[in-house]
T-cell receptor
Framework: AQSVTQPDIHITVSEGASLELRCNYS??????LFWYVQSPGQGLQLLLK??????LVQGIKGFEAEFKRSQSSFNLRKPSVHWSDAAEYFC?????????????FGSGTRLQVQP | NAGVTQTPKFQVLKTGQSMTLQCAQD?????MYWYRQDPGMGLRLIYY???????DKGEVPNGYNVSRLNKREFSLRLESAAPSQTSVYFC?????????????FGPGTRLLVL
């Protein structure tokens, strides 16, 4: 069965600092990988996704993520964090060719941004 | 374009009461989903509907029922609410449904069962 681990429950960074959120997945085949962001009191919004091809994917709001098959990781990065980036971030993996029609989410990483 | 809408936004129930959470999407998507979100556990799939007229159980279906009323609407029913069902419920939709499609989420329904 597929699974997703986000080892950091809570991260605090200063505004303007760089950010890396970790995500490790477990899946037997090539995964479909997603990062979603949830602002307080809101639903989830897709930041970026990886299906195939270039392992470095660009998303909205200046985020990027790199797929590393050898490490089973899909870490999210941003070179300079803005106060508006404070939110909860979820990594998710989707199944391929198994007929499973949904995503498996990690437990989330809450990002706090200090001024 | 409203996307995915959910009603109500907030609800308080007493143990044993029933209620239906409503979800509608205007993107002509085939697949719809219901998730629950609990602290420290991410989102867990309750039920999904791959297409109009079909529904399937997800990871945590016990205590819930669903109805895919038409292509736009997918409702979640709690027949006899329990405190363990206190959670935030999200509806989502996607054009396809084999785990690779982008899912679009509603704003959520916050449910408190006393």
């Amino acid at each position: 069965a597929q699974s997703v681990t986000q080892p950091d429950i809570h991260i605090t960074v200063s505004e303007g600092a760089s950010l890396e959120l970790r995500c490790n997945y477990s899946y037997g085949a090539t995964p479909y990988l997603f990062w979603y962001v949830q602002s307080p009191g809101q639903g989830l919004q897709l930041l970026l996704k990886y299906f195939s091809g270039d392992t470095l994917v660009q998303g909205i709001k200046g985020f990027e993520a790199e797929f590393k098959r050898s490490q089973s990781s899909f870490n999210l990065r941003k070179p300079s964090v803005h106060w508006s980036d404070a939110a909860e971030y979820f990594c998710a993996v989707g199944a391929q060719f198994t007929g499973r029609r949904a995503l498996t989410f990690g437990s989330g990483t809450r990002l706090q941004v200090q001024p | 374009n409203a996307g995915v809408t959910q009603t109500p936004k907030f609800q308080v129930l007493k143990t044993g009461q029933s209620m239906t959470l409503q979800c509608a999407q205007d993107m002509n998507h085939n697949s719809m989903y219901w998730y629950r979100q609990d602290p420290g556990m991410g989102l867990r799939l309750i039920y999904y509907s791959a297409s109009e007229g079909t529904t399937d159980k997800g990871e945590v279906p016990n205590g819930y029922n669903v109805s895919r009323l038409n292509k736009r609407e997918f409702s979640l029913r709690l027949e006899s609410a329990a405190p363990s069902q206190t959670s935030v419920y999200f509806c989502a939709s996607s054009e396809g449904g084999i785990g690779q499609e982008t899912q679009y989420f509603g704003p959520g329904t916050r449910l408190l069962v006393l």
